[in-house]
């Protein structure tokens, strides 16, 4: 099941308590169940896929075409279709359900979302620049980028220079992020840090692509107590 992910909803940062006193800034995101739409055979395209459909929507909002491929499917429309590649499709079947039960022995998750629109910012924000002398004939041009480009030869700007310009609204993956805990019952899945995005932001959320062999922190807690217990029996004896 570690194939496919699931659209979230994000509905803010909270803090997690340990017993060792230990507190840990969390994201809380409110993940609601996929369904399989259409199973996806390599006879067909070429590769095997499932196409799963994310969120609700009214029956109003869709045009002629959807509404025709829904009632063909035989299911309620939903608001997002997002198709993942898998190894077998013989698992997979349509109108089967997925939650976050798909994450129950994973540890470690990728998120990817949009970033927080900023408008048009100037280069110190949008770059972090350190702007320009406030002495010596600088006039009136303190937080400008300075020089932009070359002389006649080349006699252009090179492409990305850093310049003034639209500041975030761009998708971003952050990888690795660990999953301190989930709530079935309220369809809430708590991760470790910051994620990008605004409240309400869409959040794709996959298992980890890399390998990783780090321990969560209950396990580093639970490493840390055992490493005590067992130099207290050292020191009795």
């Known amino acids: 099941m570690s194939e496919i ?15 060792s006193g230990q507190i840990v800034p969390v994201t809380v995101l409110k993940i609601e169940k996929a369904r399989v739409i259409q199973v996806i055979g390599k006879e067909k395209r070429g590769y095997k896929a499932i196409q799963m459909g994310f969120g609700k929507v009214k ?26 590649r898998v190894k077998d499709t013989e698992i997979y079947k349509e109108g089967n359900e997925f939650g976050l039960e ?18 048009f910012a100037g280069a110190m ?6 702007g320009l002398r406030a002495t010596h004939g600088v006039s009136i041009s303190h937080r400008s980028h300075g020089s932009t480009g070359q ?6 700007v090179f492409k990305g220079k ?3 310009g639209h500041m975030g609204d761009k998708l971003r993956t952050m990888q690795n992020i660990e999953i301190i805990k989930t709530d079935l019952d309220n369809e809430l899945l708590y991760l470790k ?21 780090k321990m ?14 067992t130099l207290e029996k050292k020191k009795k004896k």
């Open 59 to 84: 029956n109003s909002k869709l045009n002629k075409a959807m509404k025709g491929y829904y009632s063909k499917k035989n299911t309620e429309p939903k608001r997002k279709l997002k198709e993942y």
């Open 102 to 119: 798909i994450f129950k022995d994973i540890k470690f998750v990728d998120t990817s979302s949009k970033t927080i629109g900023k408008g």
């Open 5 to 19: 992910g699931l659209i979230g909803k994000k509905l803010g940062m909270t803090r997690e308590f340990y017993k």
């Open 151 to 156: 002389r006649q030869d080349p006699g252009k």
């Open 193 to 213: 840090g910051s994620i990008p995005g605004p409240k309400n932001a869409e959040i794709l959320v996959k298992k980890s692509i890399k390998n990783i062999n």
């Open 216 to 229: 969560t922190i209950s396990e580093k807690i639970t490493a840390t107590d055992e490493a005590k217990k």
């Open 162 to 164: 850093k310049m003034a």
């Open 125 to 130: 924000k949008r770059h972090n620049f350190g």
